[in-house]
T-cell receptor, first 113, second 113 residues
Framework: GQQLNQSPQSMFIQEGEDVSMNCTSS?????WLWYKQDPGEGPVLLIA?????ELTSNGRLTAQFGITRKDSFLNISASIPSDVGIYFC?????????????FGQGTELSVKP | DAGVTQSPTHLIKTRGQQVTLRCSPK?????VSWYQQALGQGPQFIFQ???????QRGNFPDRFSGHQFPNYSSELNVNALLLGDSALYLC????????????FGQGTRLTVV
């Protein structure tokens, strides 16, 4: 079945540092999404990518949809303590196949003030 | 504009019992998807409802069933609960046929004892 490999599994960084995480898949996706989840809460959408090669920013966050449509990365610049949480990538299968989301295993980010 | 709302937020059930979880989609959305998130894992797709019918199903047994009502709200039912069913159950809503992204509720934390 379709799987996403997300790395790294966890990161411990100093406030102000930049962060990079990525997802790879053996399958092609039409859409890549990045979510952040705080403890006890549902995932919150950060960035959505719709085209291969697309580079999109949302404040200090930048994400790219890989050219092969099988990978994506998320960068966070100048991290702050409120960036702490678990970040998930998700690929969406084509609408004709139901449009469900396939999630990565998550990257747990810890930021030291 | 209310987002996706789920109830209850927490639930404790005994092995073998049955449970019903509820979800109201974001205003304007007509599609509801349910996900199971075990501790330390990414969400796993259970099934999706559109026009009151199950449209797509993930790799979950028949003990997991659902329903969508004319107002687009949805229920997830789990019969014969197992200890392994303990998880955060997430509801996501979207607008079918258009590239709107899935917005998640805060989830229902189910504990089976």
């Amino acid at each position: 079945g379709q799987q996403l490999n997300q790395s790294p599994q966890s990161m411990f960084i100093q406030e102000g540092e930049d962060v990079s995480m990525n997802c790879t898949s053996s399958s092609i996706f039409n859409t890549w999404l990045w979510y952040k989840q705080d403890p006890g809460e549902g995932p919150v959408l950060l960035i959505a990518l719709y085209k291969a090669g697309e580079l999109t920013s949302n404040g200090r966050l930048t994400a790219q949809f890989g050219i092969t449509r099988k990978d994506s990365f998320l960068n966070i610049s100048a991290s702050i303590p409120s960036d702490v949480g678990i970040y998930f990538c998700a690929g969406r299968v084509p609408p004709l196949q139901g449009g469900k989301l396939i999630f990565g295993q998550g990257t747990e980010l810890s930021v030291k003030p | 504009d209310a987002g996706v709302t789920q109830s209850p937020t927490h639930l404790i059930k005994t092995r073998g019992q049955q449970v019903t979880l509820r979800c109201s989609p974001k205003s304007g959305h007509d599609t509801v998807s349910w996900y199971q998130q075990a501790l330390g894992q990414g969400p796993q797709f259970i099934f999706q409802y559109y026009e009151e019918e199950e449209r797509q199903r993930g790799n979950f047994p028949d003990r997991f069933s659902g329903h969508q009502f004319p107002n687009y709200s949805s229920e997830l039912n789990v019969n014969a609960l197992l200890l392994g069913d303990s998880a955060l159950y997430l509801c996501a809503s979207s607008l079918r046929g258009i590239g709107t992204e899935a917005f998640f509720g805060q989830g229902t934390r189910l504990t089976v004892v």
